[in-house]
């Protein structure tokens, strides 16, 4: 590994810079932190549920669930979908650069740091993450 990319992993894990990660470049079939299980069992078993209260008691029962059954996903399961996403996804990048500057060049990955006098930065694939990392390290 080189010096750089030890630089950056020691100023992620010592917050001065943050990790910002592309969920839904990440959360999709193809992407190797991508888990279908994850994704997709918990909407087909609100429709399938929608479905039968529709056509067991009425449609407005089916609506209703559909309803509650989204805004639980929204705010319960969707969060934890997303956490989940980018804790594999930060492990995977920092496990091998090859794999960081891969998911780099997708733009998967962005970083994000705030300088001592107050001044953000931030750097996108169309930036070079190792000068992103020598300026912020040598700002500290």
């Known amino acids: 590994m080189s010096e750089e990319f030890e630089t950056l992993k020691d100023l992620v894990r010592q917050d001065r810079i943050k990790l910002g990660v592309h969920i839904r470049k990440m959360n999709t079939p193809g992407s ?17 549920v929608s479905f039968l209260g529709a056509r067991i008691v009425n449609i407005h029962i089916g609506a209703l669930l559909l309803v509650a059954g989204i805004a639980w996903w929204l705010w319960k399961v969707q969060p934890k979908v997303k956490d989940g996403v980018f804790a594999r996804t930060t492990e995977l990048a920092f496990s091998d650069e090859r794999l960081f500057d891969g998911l780099w060049a997708k733009g998967a990955l962005t970083l994000y740091a705030t300088l001592p006098d107050g001044t953000p930065k931030a750097a996108t694939r169309k930036n070079d993450w190792r000068d992103f990392a020598r300026e912020i390290a040598a700002a500290y």
Do not use: A, G, N
């Open 32 to 48: 190797p932190v991508y888990r279908p299980v994850e994704t997709l069992w918990m909407p087909v078993l609100i429709l399938v």
